[in-house]
Nanobody, 123 residues
């Protein structure tokens, strides 16, 4: 079984910074893309940032220039550095791993989600 374990959430003042981490554990051959989504109360889950195994990243317009996603393929870990945080960034942040291959005979893999970590931006 594959598990995504997130860490790094918490309470931070506006303008502050946080780093989220997400490590995928289990028997893993490869992971196509990893990313971060967030869901605020009463809103739909939205993509924050994603990165491919080759390092190509994309970001939601609302976080461009403030958030940076990075990845350590050897550790199956993805990071999200969040700077200049705003109250509207408050949400539960979820890690996502796309097309996780566990066997050579599985060409497509499966997608997995983390349990979520709370980020609260407030003074």
């Amino acid at each position: 079984q594959v598990q995504l374990v997130e860490s790094g959430g918490g309470l931070v003042q506006p303008g502050g910074s946080l780093i989220l981490s997400c490590a995928a554990s289990g028997s893993i051959i490869s992971i196509n893309a990893m990313g971060w989504y967030r869901q605020a109360p009463g809103k739909q889950r939205e993509l924050v940032a994603a990165i491919t195994s080759g390092g190509s990243a994309n970001y939601a317009d609302s976080v461009k220039g403030r958030f940076t996603i990075s990845r350590d393929n050897a550790k199956n870990t993805v990071y999200l550095r969040m700077n200049s945080l705003k109250p509207e960034d408050t949400a539960v942040y979820y890690c996502n791993a796309v097309r996780v291959r566990r066997w050579i005979s599985d060409p497509y893999g499966s997608d997995y989600w983390g349990q979520g970590t709370q980020v609260t931006v407030s003074s």
